[in-house]
């Protein structure tokens, strides 16, 4: 049976399915020895599919590791001068590729995987995948700011998604904030930081999805046991909308108010 090529690829644990568009688009895939276009189909029990020349092929077993990942560590694949990868810090042998990511000043829980249908579960907007925050900003926050950041901030044309933050304590003139989202874009707390004049000192992802970074140490790496992969697979729970204040209907025009005398 035919089926897209991100989605053959994304169970062949190649990450995504939009970084495996993203690989279409670079020319990296090829279907018979043709370069490969998005949105194309094939089946894989008669055509050859390759990736960067090496032949599509599903993975033995599927891997799970998480990693606390330090600051000036890069989460993609790809090396960035002189600075280490995610990949480095893991000497674990088969393909692996990261869960989402965290900016190389960001450091917390980062999941390396070859499970693309779960990469795809965590990363893709319509699931709603919870991600958790430790993020320490500058200042003391007013509680207008923290209002504002729960109801969601214009950034690049539309509005972010509501989300719950909570203030958890100071720390030499400034604040720790816990934070948690379902949405990804791109340096996103760190933008609606700047907004709101709480620039981001520190930030720390501590859990995504029901998996949480726990005690494992700083640059430490473990896989995960069968009931934390199990937890990664249950339904999103969604954040509560913050809730609005309420004002008393206005009392009609002309009825007296009632006397509290008897």
Same mark, same amino acid.
């Given at each position: 049976?035919?089926?897209?090529?991100?989605?053959?690829?994304?169970?062949?644990?190649?990450?995504?399915?939009?970084?495996?568009?993203?690989?279409?688009?670079?020319?990296?895939?090829?279907?018979?020895?043709?370069?490969?276009?998005?949105?194309?189909?094939?089946?894989?029990?008669?055509?050859?599919?390759?990736?960067?020349?090496?032949?599509?092929?599903?993975?033995?077993?599927?891997?799970?590791?998480?990693?606390?990942?330090?600051?000036?560590?890069?989460?993609?694949?790809?090396?960035?001068?002189?600075?280490?990868?995610?990949?480095?810090?893991?000497?674990?042998?088969?393909?692996?590729?990261?869960?989402?990511?965290?900016?190389?000043?960001?450091?917390?829980?980062?999941?390396?995987?070859?499970?693309?249908?779960?990469?795809?579960?965590?990363?893709?907007?319509?699931? *709603?995948?919870?991600?958790?925050?430790?993020? #320490? @900003?500058?200042? =003391?926050? $007013? !509680?207008?700011?923290?209002?504002?950041? &729960?109801?969601?901030?214009?950034? *690049?044309?539309?509005?972010?998604?509501?989300? #719950? @933050?909570?203030? =958890?304590? $100071? !720390?030499?003139?400034?604040?720790?904030? &816990?934070?948690?989202?379902?949405?990804?874009?791109?340096?996103?707390?760190?933008?609606?930081?700047?907004?709101?004049?709480?620039?981001?000192?520190?930030?720390?992802?501590?859990?995504?999805?029901?998996?949480?970074?726990?005690?494992?140490?700083?640059?430490?790496?473990?896989?995960?046991?069968?009931?934390?992969?199990?937890?990664?697979?249950?339904?999103?729970?969604?954040?509560?909308?913050?809730?609005?204040?309420?004002?008393?209907?206005?009392?009609?025009?002309?009825?007296?108010?009632?006397?509290?005398?008897?």
């Amino acid at each position: 049976m035919e089926e897209r090529l991100q989605k053959l690829m994304a169970r062949a644990g190649l990450g995504s399915r939009r970084s495996c568009e993203d690989l279409i688009e670079q020319g990296r895939v090829t279907v018979n020895g043709k370069r490969a276009a998005l949105g194309q189909k094939a089946d894989p029990s008669r055509d050859h599919i390759a990736v960067d020349g090496e032949p599509l092929e599903s993975p033995e077993r599927f891997i799970y590791i998480l990693l606390h990942k330090p600051r000036g560590v890069v989460s993609s694949l790809s090396a960035q001068g002189d600075r280490q990868t995610v990949r480095d810090l893991v000497p674990f042998p088969g393909r692996l590729y990261p869960v989402g990511r965290l900016d190389i000043d960001s450091e917390g829980l980062i999941l390396l995987t070859n499970d693309g249908a779960l990469t795809d579960r965590l990363t893709h907007p319509r699931y *709603e995948s919870e991600k958790e925050y430790r993020v #320490l @900003v500058r200042g =003391e926050p $007013r !509680a207008d700011q923290l209002e504002t950041w &729960r109801r969601g901030v214009m950034l *690049e044309g539309s509005r972010t998604a509501p989300a #719950l @933050v909570q203030r =958890e304590g $100071r !720390a030499h003139g400034s604040a720790w904030l &816990r934070l948690v989202m379902h949405e990804g874009r791109k340096h996103q707390i760190r933008d609606i930081g700047r907004l709101l004049g709480l620039p981001v000192q520190r930030l720390i992802r501590v859990r995504m999805g029901g998996l949480a970074l726990g005690d494992l140490a700083l640059g430490q790496w473990r896989e995960l046991r069968p009931e934390e992969v199990k937890l990664l697979r249950a339904p999103a729970k969604a954040v509560p909308a913050p809730a609005r204040a309420t004002r008393r209907p206005p009392r009609p025009a002309g009825r007296p108010r009632p006397s509290r005398n008897r």
